[in-house]
């Protein structure tokens, strides 16, 4: 490394955050980038360590240590504090396709590797990693290239998310006829409609997508094959089909009144704020949605956070986020040892915008909805939540909830998001494909492979994996891609 001695003598520093104050007056990106200068102190901190396992992405314990893509982390860091930033993107882009995006949206799995984390601050890699992707944007270095040769083979990806662009971006490369089908208005699927615009501005989507099509990738919206577009003409038309669909069932909450008007699936929600904003150019604010009404978020995870921040952005009255799980501790435990992904509790932006708005933490632990109260025109007007008692179950020892009676308590609520997570692939996407699902529901395949049950037909993402993370969904879809590569032409070189 080029500087071995930096992290004794930089501690870590991230960007500037706009303040709360500001920020939930607007759907705008808050995170700003540290001067160039900065960054470069930020990437000498990288140690000269010997294994990174900020690049292993190795499951341990059923945890992603480390960065799924296999970055070069070390390498890129080196380049970033010797200025050298275009040779930094030159590097990683060998491994990663959307940078902009997991520079975003990704919760650093490297980070939570690195051998500096371990006694001090990690090193600020996905801070560096976005300066080398705009840097590279902002000098024109970022192309997508149309192949000088075509091999004649077409392939057709299904879903626009993150898993699909990866595979459509490498097969195109590789002189294959791509074609990407998406069910929404716009390209992007989960990236587009289910995260946040101040998480992830839809405008580095596009940005991404108008390279891909003057390359040669071809984009097909309002495309929703199963319905609109059937199966067998994809079969026919194509020598392969990719399925990156993404897992599109929401895990649903069954309580007394869950018919009540006034309760979204979260990712329905989300969708339904971006699109009016994106339809209006942000200059119509859907605040009827949310404006004066006590909302109960119904999960703890990325999603309900992302809820807690959109409803506060739109004029709730009132947030209140439940969990049903403890509260995780603030520092690892001794069962939880690095380089494992640390199980220890954070404050998002969405819970730090409901703290500065309301004065206390949204979130209620250990709880959950015994019933959805409704008034007398069957609008929700309130919800009655347990407690939990986390007991291990006598016969596999793993920790269950069990509500505890007695401790039921009603809270006003006018609108409920369920953010419980989801459970896997759309039936009717894999029955028209006729692809052989497992116990989850997701499209199966041999262990390590993205070829399904039939021939031809192969899948990648959360689809294939079940609900993840944009990192992973990237991966797999360049590794699907490399898949599908090999078994057209006999050989990959991807």
Same mark, same amino acid.
Request: net charge negative.
């Given at each position: 490394?080029?500087?071995?001695?930096? *992290?004794?003598?930089?501690?870590?520093?991230?960007?500037?955050?706009?303040?709360?104050? !500001?920020? %939930?007056?607007?759907? @705008?990106? *808050?995170?700003?980038?540290?001067?160039?200068? !900065?960054?470069?102190?930020?990437?000498?901190?990288?140690?000269?360590?010997?294994?990174?396992?900020?690049?292993?992405?190795?499951? /341990?314990?059923?945890?992603?240590?480390?960065?799924?893509?296999?970055?070069?982390?070390?390498?890129?860091?080196?380049?970033?504090?010797?200025?050298?930033?275009?040779?930094?993107?030159?590097?990683?882009?060998?491994?990663?396709?959307?940078?902009? *995006?997991?520079?975003?949206?990704?919760?650093?799995?490297?980070?939570?590797?690195?051998?500096?984390?371990?006694?001090?601050?990690?090193? =600020?890699?996905? @801070?560096?990693?976005?300066?080398?992707?705009?840097?590279?944007? @902002?000098?024109?270095?970022?192309?997508?290239?149309? $192949?000088?040769?075509?091999?004649?083979?077409?392939?057709?990806?299904?879903? =626009?998310?993150?898993?699909? &662009?990866?595979?459509?971006?490498?097969?195109?490369?590789?002189?294959? &006829?791509?074609?990407?089908?998406?069910?929404?208005?716009? /390209?992007?699927?989960?990236?587009?409609?289910?995260?946040?615009?101040?998480?992830?501005?839809?405008?580095? %989507?596009?940005?991404?997508?108008?390279?891909?099509?003057?390359?040669?990738?071809?984009?097909?919206?309002?495309?929703?094959?199963?319905?609109?577009?059937?199966?067998?003409?994809?079969?026919? @038309?194509?020598?392969?089909?990719?399925?990156?669909?993404?897992?599109?069932?929401?895990?649903?909450?069954?309580? $007394?009144?869950?018919?009540?008007?006034?309760?979204?699936?979260?990712?329905?929600?989300?969708?339904?704020?971006?699109?009016?904003?994106?339809?209006?150019?942000?200059?119509?604010?859907?605040?009827?949605?949310?404006?004066?009404?006590?909302? /109960?978020?119904?999960?703890?995870?990325?999603?309900?956070?992302?809820?807690?921040?959109? =409803?506060?952005?739109?004029?709730?009255?009132?947030?209140?986020?439940?969990?049903?799980?403890?509260?995780?501790?603030?520092?690892?435990?001794?069962?939880?040892?690095?380089?494992?992904?640390?199980?220890?509790?954070?404050?998002?932006?969405?819970?730090?915008?409901?703290?500065?708005?309301?004065?206390?933490?949204?979130?209620?632990?250990?709880?959950?909805?015994?019933? *959805?109260?409704?008034? !007398?025109?069957?609008?929700?007007?309130?919800?009655?939540?347990?407690?939990?008692?986390?007991?291990?179950?006598?016969?596999?020892?793993?920790?269950?909830?069990?509500?505890? !009676?007695?401790?039921?308590?009603?809270?006003?609520?006018?609108?409920?998001?369920?953010?419980?997570?989801?459970?896997?692939?759309?039936?009717?996407?894999?029955?028209?494909?006729?692809?052989?699902?497992?116990?989850?529901?997701?499209?199966?395949?041999?262990?390590?492979?993205?070829?399904?049950?039939?021939?031809? /037909?192969?899948?990648?993402?959360?689809?294939?994996?079940?609900?993840?993370?944009?990192?992973?969904?990237?991966?797999?879809?360049?590794?699907?891609?490399?898949?599908?590569?090999?078994?057209?032409?006999?050989?990959?070189?991807?």
């Amino acid at each position: 490394m080029g500087k071995p001695t930096g *992290f004794l003598e930089y501690e870590r520093k991230n960007g500037p955050v706009v303040p709360e104050k !500001e920020r %939930i007056r607007n759907f @705008e990106e *808050f995170h700003r980038q540290l001067p160039t200068e !900065e960054q470069k102190k930020q990437a000498a901190r990288c140690m000269d360590c010997g294994v990174p396992f900020c690049q292993a992405g190795t499951m /341990i314990q059923g945890m992603a240590s480390g960065c799924p893509l296999h970055n070069l982390v070390p390498e890129m860091n080196d380049l970033v504090y010797h200025g050298n930033l275009e040779q930094a993107y030159v590097r990683l882009s060998k491994t990663h396709s959307f940078p902009e *995006f997991t520079s975003r949206v990704c919760p650093a799995l490297c980070e939570a590797a690195c051998t500096c984390g371990l006694h001090t601050d990690p090193v =600020s890699t996905k @801070e560096n990693e976005r300066t080398v992707i705009e840097y590279a944007y @902002e000098n024109g270095l970022v192309r997508e290239e149309a $192949p000088k040769v075509r091999t004649g083979k077409r392939v057709a990806v299904v879903g =626009s998310g993150p898993a699909g &662009l990866a595979a459509a971006q490498l097969l195109n490369r590789r002189g294959h &006829l791509v074609t990407v089908y998406e069910r929404n208005d716009r /390209i992007g699927g989960l990236l587009r409609y289910g995260i946040p615009n101040m998480k992830l501005d839809k405008r580095f %989507i596009d940005r991404r997508i108008a390279l891909m099509e003057q390359a040669g990738v071809r984009f097909v919206t309002n495309a929703d094959v199963g319905r609109n577009i059937s199966a067998d003409e994809l079969k026919k @038309e194509y020598d392969s089909v990719i399925l990156t669909c993404g897992a599109a069932n929401p895990r649903d909450i069954q309580a $007394p009144g869950r018919d009540a008007e006034g309760i979204w699936f979260a990712v329905d929600f989300l969708s339904t704020v971006t699109k009016r904003l994106l339809d209006s150019d942000f200059s119509e604010v859907p605040t009827e949605l949310v404006k004066g009404k006590n909302v /109960i978020v119904i999960g703890g995870g990325d999603t309900g956070n992302d809820c807690v921040g959109t =409803s506060i952005r739109l004029g709730a009255e009132s947030v209140v986020q439940l969990e049903m799980m403890p509260e995780p501790p603030a520092c690892r435990l001794a069962g939880n040892p690095w380089p494992e992904w640390p199980r220890v509790g954070k404050t998002d932006y969405g819970q730090e915008e409901a703290i500065y708005k309301f004065g206390h933490d949204p979130r209620i632990y250990q709880t959950t909805v015994k019933s *959805f109260n409704k008034d !007398e025109e069957g609008k929700l007007k309130s919800v009655t939540v347990i407690s939990l008692s986390a007991e291990k179950d006598p016969g596999s020892g793993r920790l269950r909830m069990v509500p505890v !009676e007695g401790s039921e308590k009603e809270l006003p609520a006018e609108l409920v998001l369920i953010a419980a997570g989801f459970l896997g692939s759309q039936s009717y996407v894999t029955e028209a494909f006729g692809v052989e699902v497992d116990g989850r529901t997701n499209v199966a395949t041999a262990r390590g492979d993205y070829a399904t049950s039939q021939p031809g /037909i192969y899948t990648a993402g959360d689809m294939h994996r079940g609900q993840s993370l944009v990192v992973w969904a990237i991966a797999e879809g360049r590794a699907a891609a490399k898949e599908v590569d090999r078994d057209l032409m006999g050989y990959t070189n991807l």
